[in-house]
């Protein structure tokens, strides 16, 4: 596992957490509804590159994935281009709506003394803007983005730099994320992993039937992280 230790912030100091339980979310499609600013930017980078409805259907299947990875999969002789067309229509796009919930959800979080932290694959600078921009960053101690450690998701890597820094144990972390990306990381760091179900639309839903501990609102996160004892058991949350 590759970091940079220098760029990443600092979490706040958690005496004895290594008893404690933490929560640690994915952002797109988990904190913030941002597929429909993800899809009008594919759909730029379609229209520029004269892409067809396969490399659409490509991208789609990808969701979780880091962006230069989506897009060698969809143009593997081109997909520098399209990552620069890409990343030049998204930053106009404004910021993504967060997930009606998620500041109550993190605030009381916050209020019980649990440790919070982000692992995304998006660029940290980006995820940062967004939490800001949300009045969400506050509540996180640990935020780690796609170059801040090597390999990215679905590798372990990530979400286990960001259990260290918070200080916490793997059997008292819990990790909520909506891709199958998320559920590979959370198996692969033997880490309880909660699909964040509120964001999915009934067919995207269909493709998870086997994960059995699902959150379908925000709030059931909370009782999920405070009362459940430790363990990577599956049971349904919802």
Request: aromatic share 6%; proline share 7%.
């Amino acid at each position: 596992m590759a970091t940079d230790s220098d760029s990443l912030p600092r979490p706040h100091t958690f005496s004895g957490n290594r008893h404690a339980r933490g929560l640690i979310f994915d952002f797109d499609g988990t904190l913030v509804d941002s597929y429909p600013l993800i899809e009008a930017a594919f759909a730029h980078v379609m229209q520029t590159h004269r892409l067809d409805e396969a490399a659409r259907d490509l991208f789609r299947k990808s969701r979780g994935l880091p962006l230069p990875e989506q897009m060698q999969l969809v143009a593997p002789h081109r997909w520098e281009d399209l990552v620069a067309t890409y990343r030049s229509v998204d930053a106009t796009l404004g910021h993504a709506r967060v997930f009606r919930g998620i500041p109550t959800l993190v605030r009381k979080l916050r209020q019980a003394g649990v440790p919070l932290g982000v692992v995304s694959c998006k660029r940290r600078a980006l995820v940062e803007a967004e939490l800001v921009a949300a009045g969400l960053r506050g509540f996180f101690d640990v935020v780690i983005g796609f170059e801040d450690v090597t390999p990215p998701k679905p590798a372990p890597d990530p979400l286990l730099a960001a259990i260290g820094r918070l200080g916490l144990s793997r059997t008292a972390a819990v990790y909520v994320g909506d891709s199958m990306v998320d559920l590979k990381t959370g198996q692969a760091a033997r880490v309880r992993t909660v699909l964040a179900a509120w964001g999915l639309t009934p067919e995207l839903r269909a493709a998870f039937r086997r994960h059995r501990l699902w959150a379908t609102r925000p709030s059931e996160m909370l009782a999920l992280v405070l009362t459940t004892p430790n363990g990577n058991g599956h049971n349904r949350a919802a």
